[in-house]
């Protein structure tokens, strides 16, 4: 007897279309920094990247972090960036949401680390936000 088995959804690009959706039009986000970053502050940089999983229950659930790169103009823009994010990504539980049924959502931690492209210019405000959740196929 063969179990059978469905490809679990790619929650990164279900994460980007979802925060396309929900967040202010003049955020970028995506799945890598932005060409000309320095010109996208003002409206704030959210780049989402897979940060592993595994499988929670074979065949039919599977745990997923999204590590989240949160750039802007100032601190404060950045850490209330995070805020949204989190929360935005917190209200999709229990939703369905592109290829994916969403289970749980939770924030497992938001620490502050600027972004210093060189010595010779000013460290770019960034929060980094670490968001694990338990998905399976739509």
């Given amino acids: 007897m063969t179990t ?6 790619d929650i990164e690009q279900v994460a980007v279309a979802y925060l396309r959706s929900v967040l202010p039009g003049a955020v970028s986000v995506g799945t890598e920094w932005p060409a000309q970053i320095a010109s996208r502050l ?5 780049s989402l990247t ?15 972090t999204l590590d989240i790169d949160i ?18 990504l917190i209200a999709a539980r229990g ?5 994916a049924r969403i289970y749980e959502v939770d ?11 060189s010595a010779e210019t ?3 405000p960034r929060y980094v936000l670490v968001m694990s959740s338990v998905v399976r196929p739509a």
Avoid: C, H, N
């Fill in 71 to 88: 750039l802007a103009a100032t601190k404060k823009q950045a850490r209330d960036l995070a805020a949204l994010v989190s929360a935005r």
């Fill in 50 to 64: 897979l940060g592993g999983g595994g499988s929670r229950l074979r065949a039919v659930t599977a745990d997923r």
């Fill in 95 to 99: 939703t369905v949401q592109g290829a």
């Fill in 4 to 9: 059978p088995t469905a490809a679990m959804p």
């Fill in 107 to 117: 924030e497992t931690s938001l620490i502050w680390l600027p972004y210093q492209a």
């Fill in 42 to 46: 003002a409206g704030g940089v959210v």
């Fill in 122 to 124: 000013d460290p770019i």
